[in-house]
């Protein structure tokens, strides 16, 4: 049975109708502008969520349910599609983990289709290692990598690691066989081996300009080498603490529709301001402004405690870019980079997701995010 939703598309303006049948689109019509009609903007897509408000899928003894609870938890965020991220860790963590999540992957295919590991093959060395826990770090290993894909079932989409180690080339070229994206991050790699991982079919680079040094070299360095590769798509957090706005602006006009944004958010996301025991860095502190940081080293990041839907806010607020552009960084451009079907945003075929937002006085509020074609309203 047909339904469908009046809203004012988000890039033209023009009052449009959206009919829907179950998960999908089925047409749009342009039809007459009336009063207070909301805007409609497709669902945002996150690649990188390790969790949110209280649910981590990074500590031991994660369960299957909170992957549904963070599906629910982060959609009341306009986040329709997130990519789990499973960071650095012993090796039976990491492997319990993939089995939670493929318990549950019936039920979440659409919302969360598949993982991401951030590590554990990134730098050992402090500062591009992050708040990575040191101990648990390693060279690139296939054979337990060909582990994990048959633990989660072929279900790995995204792998961040370092091309600093001499295995990594070889390493690269058999995720890319195998299907999965590789994308550089947590690094202290010298040009010669960012162009190695390249060649071998590195096509992202993760969080770029964050899990680096405090101090580098003017050049050449990791972060000129990869804004230089045209062929690296790049993700970054947009939440005010990651990167200066002129960072931001410039990775922006350099790589163009390949910037991508991601949360990088944590559990403590969606909690009040505090002292915390968390996978990522131990001991962190959520400060009142919003920045989360280790507890040993203010000026030492431990993942973010914003959602993407706070990210787009951000960047549109700077004024570097409309609420549409950011908004399509957030949703339709990372979509069509992990090639999920969101990335036709808002088309006949494309999945119902959507986010109604209301706009008023430069401001804007969720009114109902709608997934799979299921309605959800939003609290103003």
Not at 19 to 37: D, H, Q, V, Y
Not at 284 to 294: E, N, Q
Request: some cysteine; aromatic content about 6%; hydrophobic content about 40%.
């Amino acid at each position: 049975m047909s339904q469908s939703v009046k809203a004012r598309h988000y890039h033209t303006g023009q009052a449009i109708e959206v009919f829907f049948e179950g998960k999908t689109i089925a047409r749009i019509e342009n039809i007459a502008s009336a009063p207070n009609l909301p805007a409609i903007f497709p669902g945002l897509v996150d690649i990188q969520v390790n969790g949110w408000n209280g649910t981590d899928i990074n500590r031991p003894g994660v369960e299957p349910q909170d992957f549904v609870k963070i599906t629910r938890d982060l959609r009341r965020k306009g986040i329709t599609t997130w990519i789990p991220t499973l960071i650095t860790q012993s090796v039976e963590n990491l492997e319990a983990t993939l089995r939670a999540y493929i318990k549950m992957y019936p039920q979440i295919r659409s919302a969360a289709p598949g993982i991401h590991l951030e590590g554990p093959f990134i730098s050992p060395e402090d500062g591009a290692r992050g708040a990575h826990p040191a101990q648990f770090v390693r060279s690139p290993d296939w054979k337990l990598m060909e582990k994990w894909i048959e633990i989660s079932e072929g279900n790995i989409r995204l792998i961040t690691l370092s091309p600093e180690w001499p295995e990594a080339p070889d390493f690269i070229k058999k995720c890319v066989k195998a299907g999965i994206r590789v994308s550089i991050g947590h690094t202290a790699a010298e040009s010669s081996q960012i162009q190695a991982a390249v060649a071998a079919g590195a096509t992202l680079s993760t969080h770029l300009g964050n899990g680096s040094h405090q101090m580098l070299r003017r050049h050449p360095n990791y972060i000129w080498d990869q804004m230089a590769a045209d062929e690296l798509f790049a993700t970054v957090i947009t939440d005010g603490f990651h990167l200066p706005d002129v960072v931001i602006k410039t990775i922006l006009k350099v790589k163009a529709e390949k910037a991508l944004l991601v949360s990088d958010t944590t559990a403590i996301g969606g909690l009040p301001p505090g002292e915390y025991d968390a996978p990522i860095g131990g001991k962190v502190v959520l400060t009142p402004a919003g920045k989360l940081h280790m507890e040993a080293n203010a000026n030492m990041l431990a993942g973010s405690a914003s959602n993407l839907l706070d990210c787009v806010r951000y960047l549109a607020g700077t004024g570097m870019e409309s609420l549409p552009d950011a908004w399509d960084r957030g949703s339709v451009l990372p979509a069509a980079f992990m090639g999920l079907p969101q990335a036709k945003g808002l088309t006949p075929g494309a999945p119902a997701d959507w986010v109604l937002v209301r706009q008023e006085h430069g401001k804007f509020d969720l009114v109902e995010v709608c997934k799979d074609g299921i309605r959800y309203e939003c609290e103003m």
